[in-house]
């Protein structure tokens, strides 16, 4: 197969491994950096161009698009699908998982555990989505933040009301989440490919750190899931229509909470916890999967 890995840099990590599986397997790779794709929208025969050209044709595309550029490499994932290519990561999907908002309140209609979160517009509004919540200790988020930059603790009431009313001002999205204290710091990342969790980590944050991301100094270690925490994981993969995705769950005393999920995860740190080839994985689903015209979501419906 021709596939295409949409990265802005062939030297990360995660797309190395990716590389490296897939010509392991007899695959021809070639490295797309999705800001250098420009493209024509007619009704026959959209096209991606790329460096002066049309871009060649590819059986399938793997995004790893960064958080950055989310709204462009949506539009250029978008762009494959309208020209039939297979896309590992659907671009409704990525969208879905992109805004934590939206992905909470599509995990919230089926059912799957989630902190109670609040979420508003108007300063004025502060203190009663503080209460919305349960008060105090309240997790402050912005909607597109990612390696835990843009997420706070306010231990008091009125300390969240300040972080909020700061956050507003700027015009900024944000959601207000109960803070599960119980959770000590730490959260499991259960890696799901094609509807099953194929490795998962414990990562703990730093000494009074209440983040466990791995780029705020938290660290990774292996840990045996139980089936709720599996069957969660599962699930919330599949409401966003992800096939290979990061699902973060914190322990809390009514059983797994998701936290967040990620269609970009990295794979370095769930690698090295769990000893597993995850990158060989993630390409037997792109062969099993890897069909024109194999997109489920049609347009962009929630
Ligand atoms: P990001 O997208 O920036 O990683 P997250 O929502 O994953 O943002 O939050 C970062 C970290 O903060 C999480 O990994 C977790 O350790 C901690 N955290 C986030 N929300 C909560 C919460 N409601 N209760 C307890 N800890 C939380
Ligand atoms: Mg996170």
């Not at 309208?82 to 059912?111: C, F, H, N, P, W």
């Not at 835990?148 to 507003?168: D, Q, R, W, Y």
């Amino acid at each position: 197969m021709k596939i295409a890995v949409l990265s802005r840099n062939k030297h990360l990590y995660s797309t190395r491994r990716l590389i490296e599986a897939a010509e392991a397997r007899g695959h021809e790779v070639r490295v797309v950096d999705v800001l250098k794709c420009y493209m024509n929208i007619v009704s026959k025969k959209p096209e991606v161009h790329y460096e002066g050209k049309k871009l060649e044709h590819v059986d399938a595309v793997i995004p790893r698009v960064g958080a950055s550029v989310t709204a462009y490499g949506t539009s250029v994932l978008r762009q494959f699908e309208m020209m039939g290519t297979y896309t590992l990561i659907e671009s409704v999907a990525l969208s879905r998982s992109r805004d934590k908002l939206r992905a909470l309140q599509l995990l919230s209609r089926k059912g799957i555990g989630l902190p109670v979160t609040g979420f508003a517009n108007k300063p004025g509004d502060s203190k009663d989505i503080i209460k919305l919540v349960g008060g105090a200790p309240v997790v402050i988020k912005l909607l597109e933040g990612t390696q835990g930059i843009g997420v706070v603790l306010a231990e008091t009431n009125k300390a969240a009301e300040s972080v909020i009313e700061a956050f507003m001002g700027l015009q900024a999205n944000i959601l207000v989440q109960e803070f599960i204290k119980e959770a000590g710091g730490a959260d499991i990342r259960c890696l799901v490919v094609g509807g099953k969790v194929v490795a998962a980590m414990k990562r703990q944050g730093a000494e009074g750190e209440f983040r466990s991301n791995l780029h705020r100094g938290g660290s990774a270690s292996l840990v045996k899931i139980t089936p709720e925490e599996r069957a969660t994981a599962v699930s919330a993969a599949k409401v966003l229509g992800l096939s290979v995705a990061g699902v973060d769950l914190l322990r809390s005393e009514r059983g797994p909470l998701v936290m967040e999920v990620n269609s970009s995860p990295g794979l370095e740190g769930i690698e090295a916890a769990s000893g597993k080839d995850v990158a060989s994985i993630i390409i037997d689903e792109l062969e099993k999967n890897a069909r024109p015209n194999n997109t489920k979501t049609r347009g962009d419906k929630g």
